[in-house]
């Protein structure tokens, strides 16, 4: 069981390059997120899934996209990279709604620089 | 507008030593309270979560409070160890424009010495 996986660890992208992040989860949870975390902030929601097929916008959803093709992944894609977007990204599942008490697990984090 | 304001921003302490982390929220509606230890170059891991009725809870050498009427929480660190030294964040779960929402604080860096 290996929870939740982030692949790759550390990437560095130039200014308008395109990349995708992956994150894999194996506890068959209905709810995906992405979250960026700065330096100096709280993690903030990217975009978030409530089940396969799905995705919705979250606190600061510009520049990017998701797709949810299979239950157990979540894609987060980047298509003209720009510094702003230098972060760590984490991505976390939930059995159900993290707003309603359920557990949210965390991945191990992509560190993305854009130079 | 929601927020989570925690203090200090960082506390040294000596191993073996207690602590408290304070965690101040204006979410509301409130659904629950969460803390997370977030060690470097890891994601966050739950260590509590409270709701509305709750007013304790414990994991071990960490017990959360919740005062939800004054809308406070602290993380009460007994017996610190050299492996506590992490960034700790409360969560707050509230709405915003998208539904029910994770709001994160900012985090408190601990570091134990020995």
């Known amino acids: 069981n290996a929870g939740v996986t982030q692949t790759p660890k550390f990437r560095v992208l130039k200014t308008g390059q395109s990349m995708t992040l992956l994150c894999a989860q194996d506890?068959?949870?209905?709810?995906m997120y992405w979250y960026r975390q700065d330096p100096g902030m709280g993690l903030r929601l990217i975009h978030y899934?409530?089940?396969?097929?799905?995705?919705a916008k979250g606190e600061v959803p510009d520049g990017y996209n998701v797709s949810r093709l299979k239950k157990q992944n979540f894609l987060l894609g980047l298509e003209s990279a720009a510094p702003s977007q230098t972060s760590v990204y984490f991505c976390?599942?939930?059995?159900?709604?993290?707003?309603?008490?359920?557990?949210?697990?965390f991945g191990p984090g992509t560190r993305l620089t854009v130079t | 507008k929601n927020q989570v304001e925690q203090s200090p921003q960082s506390l040294i302490i000596l191993e073996g030593k207690n602590c408290t982390l304070q965690?101040?929220?204006?979410?509301?509606?409130?659904?629950?309270l969460r803390w997370y230890k977030q060690d470097t170059g890891r994601g966050p891991v739950s260590l509590t979560i409270?709701?509305?009725?709750?007013n304790t809870k414990s994991n071990g050498r960490y017990t959360a409070t919740l005062d939800a009427d004054t809308k406070q929480s602290s993380l009460h660190i007994t017996a610190s160890q050299l492996s506590d030294s992490a960034s700790y964040i409360c969560?707050?779960?509230?709405?915003?424009?998208?539904?029910?929402?994770?709001?994160f604080g900012k985090g408190t860096t601990l570091s134990v010495s020995s």
């Open positions: 976390a599942s939930s059995y159900a709604s993290a707003g309603e008490s359920y557990e949210q697990y």
């Open positions: 965690c101040n929220y204006t979410v509301s509606p409130f659904s629950n």
């Open positions: 506890m068959n949870h209905e709810y």
């Open positions: 409270m709701t509305f009725s709750e």
């Open positions: 899934s409530v089940g396969e097929g799905t995705t």
């Open positions: 969560v707050v779960s509230g709405l915003n424009q998208a539904g029910t929402a994770l709001i």
